[in-house]
């Protein structure tokens, strides 16, 4: 008996960046603290994998090294971050 393949219809992903505006080993981002409310510097993604959450529309987290928190990036961050990176979904 054969396997019957069912593929998933998915939306059409948003265009890369430009290859030469990335950084190779990590891209950093500021996010603020909700607890300190202290902006913290984030440099624990990678260029593309800030990309495929972005893309897909997954959690980005960050965290703070003073109150040893994680917590999820707002939407006016993920904005932020998206326009460092030149890179917009479709509407």
Known sequence: MTA???RLALAHP???????????????????CPTCNEPRLQMGYGPWSLIRRLNGDRPIEAWCVTCDRFWSISA????ALAKQFEYLRPI
Do not use: C, G, Q
């Open 76 to 79: 006016h961050e993920r904005l």
């Open 14 to 32: 948003a265009p890369w960046p430009k290859h030469d505006k990335l950084p190779l080993d990590w891209a950093p981002f500021m996010s603020t």
């Open 4 to 6: 019957k393949i069912i």
